[in-house]
């Protein structure tokens, strides 16, 4: 509890861009994929693609651009 209280007040004061968004990143299999669709309830649910994400490595503190599989919600898709 402590901790969101925190990020919601550096929040108001920092605010994050609305396209920015903080998670982390999996390697996963085929199988795993295919399993992960049917329980996020592809693609009625929701929708996949491939995006370039801009990443930083924790391991090196390197920023890179890799193409990664999301999962979209096009009920709240923003289509600026």
């Known amino acids: 509890m402590e901790v969101v209280h925190q990020q919601s007040q550096i ?3 920092c605010p994050i ?3 920015l968004a903080y998670g ?3 390697e996963i299999s085929p199988s795993d994929e295919a399993s992960l669709d049917q ?3 592809v693609p009625r649910a929701y929708t996949k693609e491939l995006m370039g994400i801009e990443l930083w490595l924790a391991k090196n503190g390197k920023e890179v651009v ?3 599989l ?3 919600d096009e009920s709240v ?3 600026r």
């Open 70 to 72: 999301v999962y979209i």
């Open 24 to 26: 982390l990143v999996y």
């Open 17 to 19: 861009p609305q396209d």
């Open 39 to 41: 329980s996020e309830g």
């Open 77 to 79: 898709r923003d289509t």
């Open 66 to 68: 890799a193409q990664c």
């Open 11 to 13: 929040r108001q004061h």
